[in-house]
């Protein structure tokens, strides 16, 4: 065997996988040891740690055996680490941050349990050079496991930390209040953090609120009651970065809700914050942090900030029971009020068009799919059946369909928004006890958006 690097010699043999396979298979079926072991270096290398009661020990040694199986299952599925593989990771770095734990005593601990890990993998890959070889050949997606989870471990108790120093004073809380009332802060601390949340009284800066609460059942045990703010604390973190940029966002937990006001930065357009904070509800959500979100609609400045709380909670009622977002700047006037429609408008929509719809839904939705496309065009045939895809003949017969079975024509104004108002009846329907056509909509309304700006000249 040559002296020079082959990572056909590391990889490529059967001799070389068996040992790699026994390795990591020993390894988790002693995992519950190893943690105990790495806990134990931990608190012996570490003296915050060291310091700490037995609920904070036994904390610690479940993050370890947690961050052991997700990098066992990462090495022995042979692919990256992924954040969904250290969801818990955000958790436990706001429970470091409310122990007082430096960050560099956080990071250190992480890399002690992780150091121990790799010492107990060179250990039992043998004197063989087989199981020298799979050790080494491990050592890359070790390496880079590390420096992913602890980047997000980092990023995650930043994160709190600065959510808890701005909360540690009761600044943000007592703003949002003295805003929600209707208020003006006009002094001191509250001012401050009124002008550092882009809030100041005479600013006419486009913002949003946003409302959020936790989906699941409540819990009357403490333990449970413990978990749910929790929950909430790391959800108003996640959220009061959503700006970006490095700009604070005013967000503070509220009883049992989450409020935050987003400022729209310089040439920021509502949607994009929308997508941004559905970026955070779905990462949330990920790690076992399920939030039903509202944004109201952009309004100038402090003052109509109660308006747009009550916005925002309102449109709480278009989320599903599982959770999501529902985002006012996402919808069209004709959309929010179709979503809001009671029984009775439904009932004034013709059967014949209700039976169409339902049986067309069945079907694979073309014919729905055609009015839509008709309206979106501007009644143009053609252009109509070019965004569909299909023949013009072909969109002509789906047209003289819909006509013969409703009794309305495409081209006649009056009939084409019957049907469309009764197309976004249908969408706004709740099912599962929750508004899940909502996302249909807003899908809908971000199609014809798109539509609209790719036939813009350029």
Request: charge should be neutral; charged fraction near 25%; hydrophobic fraction near 45%.
């Given at each position: 065997m040559s002296g020079r690097f082959s990572t056909e010699t590391l990889t490529g043999t059967e001799a070389v996988r068996a040992q790699r396979a026994r390795i990591l298979a020993e390894l988790l079926d002693n995992v519950h040891d190893l943690a105990d072991a790495g806990?134990?270096?931990?608190?012996?290398?570490v003296p915050t740690y060291a310091a700490q009661g037995g609920d904070f020990h036994a904390d610690v040694r479940d993050q370890v055996v947690r961050h052991y199986r997700a990098k066992l299952a990462v090495l022995l599925e042979e692919r990256p680490v992924t954040a969904a593989d250290?969801?818990?990771?955000?958790?436990?770095?706001?429970?470091?941050?409310?122990?007082?734990?430096?960050?560099?005593?956080?990071?250190?601990?992480?890399?002690?349990?992780?150091?121990?890990f790799w010492e107990s993998l060179v250990e039992r890959a043998g004197p063989t050079p087989a199981g020298r070889e799979a050790a080494l050949s491990l050592a890359v997606a070790q390496m880079r496991y590390c420096d992913f989870a602890s980047t997000q471990a980092a990023y995650?108790?930043?994160?709190?930390?600065?959510?808890?120093?701005?909360?540690?004073?009761?600044?943000?809380?007592?703003?949002?209040?003295?805003?929600?009332?209707?208020?003006?802060?006009?002094?001191?601390?509250?001012?401050?953090?009124?002008?550092?949340?882009?809030?100041?009284?005479?600013?006419?800066?486009?913002?949003?609120?946003?409302?959020?609460?936790?989906?699941?059942a409540?819990?009357?045990?403490?333990?449970?009651?413990?978990?749910?703010?929790?929950?909430?604390?790391?959800?108003?973190?996640?959220?009061?970065?959503?700006?970006?940029?490095?700009?604070?966002?005013?967000?503070?937990?509220?009883?049992?809700?989450?409020?935050?006001?987003?400022?729209?930065?310089?040439?920021?357009?509502?949607?994009?914050?929308?997508?941004?904070?559905?970026?955070v509800v779905g990462s949330l959500a990920g790690e076992g942090i399920r939030l039903a979100l509202g944004v109201s609609t952009p309004v100038a400045g402090p003052a109509r900030i109660p308006q747009a709380y009550q916005e925002a909670r309102?449109?709480?009622?278009?989320?599903?029971?599982?959770?999501?977002?529902?985002?006012?700047?996402?919808?069209?006037?004709?959309?929010y009020l179709a979503l809001?429609?009671?029984?009775?408008?439904?009932?004034?929509?013709?059967?014949?068009?209700?039976?169409?719809?339902?049986?067309?839904?069945?079907?694979?939705?073309?014919?729905?799919?055609?009015?839509?496309?008709?309206?979106?065009?501007?009644?143009?045939?053609?252009?109509?059946?070019?965004?569909?895809?299909?023949?013009?003949?072909?969109?002509?017969?789906r047209m003289r369909r819909i006509q013969q079975r409703t009794g309305r024509s495409l081209r006649s104004i009056n009939d084409l928004v019957e049907l469309l108002?009764?197309?976004?009846?249908?969408?706004?329907?709740?099912?599962?006890?929750?508004?899940?056509?909502?996302?249909?909509?807003?899908?809908?309304?971000?199609?014809r958006a798109d539509v609209r700006s790719s036939h813009e000249p350029r």
């Amino acid at each position: 065997m040559s002296g020079r690097f082959s990572t056909e010699t590391l990889t490529g043999t059967e001799a070389v996988r068996a040992q790699r396979a026994r390795i990591l298979a020993e390894l988790l079926d002693n995992v519950h040891d190893l943690a105990d072991a790495g806990a134990a270096a931990i608190r012996a290398e570490v003296p915050t740690y060291a310091a700490q009661g037995g609920d904070f020990h036994a904390d610690v040694r479940d993050q370890v055996v947690r961050h052991y199986r997700a990098k066992l299952a990462v090495l022995l599925e042979e692919r990256p680490v992924t954040a969904a593989d250290i969801a818990f990771v955000r958790r436990a770095a706001m429970r470091r941050a409310r122990a007082g734990v430096p960050l560099a005593d956080y990071i250190n601990a992480y890399r002690i349990g992780q150091r121990l890990f790799w010492e107990s993998l060179v250990e039992r890959a043998g004197p063989t050079p087989a199981g020298r070889e799979a050790a080494l050949s491990l050592a890359v997606a070790q390496m880079r496991y590390c420096d992913f989870a602890s980047t997000q471990a980092a990023y995650a108790y930043m994160e709190f930390q600065q959510y808890a120093a701005a909360e540690s004073v009761r600044e943000s809380r007592g703003l949002l209040e003295t805003l929600l009332a209707g208020g003006t802060p006009t002094r001191g601390r509250e001012l401050a953090a009124a002008q550092a949340h882009g809030l100041a009284p005479d600013a006419r800066t486009p913002l949003l609120v946003a409302v959020a609460m936790l989906v699941e059942a409540p819990v009357t045990e403490a333990a449970g009651l413990n978990r749910d703010a929790e929950a909430r604390h790391a959800a108003c973190a996640a959220l009061a970065r959503t700006v970006g940029n490095g700009a604070r966002t005013l967000s503070v937990v509220r009883q049992s809700e989450i409020v935050a006001v987003p400022v729209l930065g310089p040439g920021a357009e509502p949607g994009e914050l929308c997508d941004r904070l559905q970026a955070v509800v779905g990462s949330l959500a990920g790690e076992g942090i399920r939030l039903a979100l509202g944004v109201s609609t952009p309004v100038a400045g402090p003052a109509r900030i109660p308006q747009a709380y009550q916005e925002a909670r309102a449109v709480l009622d278009f989320v599903a029971e599982e959770g999501g977002v529902a985002a006012l700047p996402r919808l069209t006037p004709f959309q929010y009020l179709a979503l809001r429609a009671d029984d009775t408008a439904r009932h004034l929509v013709d059967p014949r068009i209700t039976a169409l719809l339902e049986e067309d839904r069945a079907r694979g939705g073309v014919l729905t799919a055609t009015i839509r496309a008709f309206a979106a065009a501007d009644l143009n045939l053609r252009t109509a059946a070019e965004r569909l895809q299909i023949h013009p003949n072909t969109a002509q017969y789906r047209m003289r369909r819909i006509q013969q079975r409703t009794g309305r024509s495409l081209r006649s104004i009056n009939d084409l928004v019957e049907l469309l108002v009764a197309i976004a009846l249908q969408d706004a329907v709740p099912t599962n006890d929750g508004r899940e056509r909502l996302a249909a909509v807003t899908d809908e309304g971000r199609r014809r958006a798109d539509v609209r700006s790719s036939h813009e000249p350029r």
